[in-house]
Structures are given as C-alpha cells and as structure tokens.
C-alpha cells in the first residue's frame, strides 16, 4: 500500500484491540510529505494469484481508507524481475461514499463531494531497469498518477485501465499543494 501523511497513527504498543482492519487511518490528513524510495527490487509479481480465489495482484496500491492526500512517492535505481505488467498498480479511484450525502460522513470531511486525495496520486520512477516484457527500458524514467484525466490533459501519458491508473513520461509532474491558514482551515482544506 502506498504511504499517506497523516497527523496522528496507531500506538506501537497498542493499549487496547484495534480496530480493523489494521490499516484503517484515524486521522487527519497532513500536508507536504513525500516519500523517497531507493534500490527496490519487486521480483515474480503475477497479476492474479496463483490460489484458487484468483485475486488482483498489484505491487502499488491506495491505502482503501486513504481520503486525503496521498505525498508523492520517489524511486530511484528500482527493478522490476519478472513482473506481469498487469501487476505494477492499481490506483483505485475514491470512494464516492466519501461524500456528505452519505451517512457515514460530515459536512467537516470533504464538503459536497468525495474526498479527492486518491485523485492526485503521483509515484515517480527514476533510473528504474525491468527483467521482463514491461514497456520499460533500461535507465528509464516515468510516473503513474491516478486515472483522473484532467491532471494528465496535454501531457505525455497514457491510460492504462489495467491499473486504473496513467503512464507518463513527463519529468516536471509534481503535486502542488494550497493550504489555509485560516482558523476555520480544518473544516475547508484544499
């Protein structure tokens, strides 16, 4: 699961029986935060398992629970040993449930439409190698960011509904980030 940057996490030694599942966040967004990964190798990767359930399979996924913004992740010198492509990520769209016109949510959450976090999902690949048939060369350098198609709109990508997700080629992809410094900014961040 990909990494979020959040206020608050679970104690490292729980005090009372967590509640489930274990990586449910419990806290508010926090903004800024990138993650920087280095000398990753992801090995034997299938886009199904092969056990009888025959579920998806994908090296980067969203954190389901994930609502607010997910830091932009950073890799470097990464390779990919047989890996089926279908099996790189899969980036799933937020929960349109997130919105106040569900019960389960508040006004003080995300306002009049889902929490957009998942939308802005950007992992960026630097001098990255592949043992396989991926669409990756050696020393290559790409992003995935989330399906959302106005972010990607006149830049070099390309839609893969495989990972509900996009492949670009374009090094200036970044997140830009707005925040409130208002009193009231918890109950409208952008």
């Known amino acids: 699961m990909l990494a979020s940057a959040v206020e608050g996490s679970k104690s490292l030694h729980p005090v009372k029986k967590s509640e489930e599942p274990l990586y449910k966040i419990k806290s508010n967004g926090a903004f800024g935060g990138q993650v920087f990964l280095e000398d990753l190798t992801f090995k034997n990767f299938d886009a199904t398992t092969k056990a009888p359930c025959n579920d998806r399979q994908s090296i980067f996924e969203r954190n389901p629970s994930a609502a607010d913004y997910i830091p932009m992740h950073n890799f470097v010198k990464t390779t990919f040993d047989n890996v089926e492509d279908g099996a790189i990520a899969w980036i799933e769209e937020p929960n349109p449930g997130w919105a106040t016109t569900s019960p389960l949510t508040s006004p ?70 707005f925040e409130s410094l208002d009193a009231d900014n918890e109950d409208r961040e952008l």
Do not use: H, M
């Open 108 to 177: 003080d959450n995300c306002g009049d439409y889902p929490c957009t976090g998942p939308d802005n999902v950007i992992l960026s690949f630097k001098d990255t190698t592949e043992n396989t048939d991926l669409a990756i060369s050696a020393n290559a350098a790409f992003q995935i960011t989330s399906r959302n198609a106005d972010v990607v709109r006149d830049l070099n990508c390309v839609e893969r509904t495989d990972w509900e997700s996009y492949r670009c080629e374009s090094p200036d992809l970044g997140v830009l980030i």
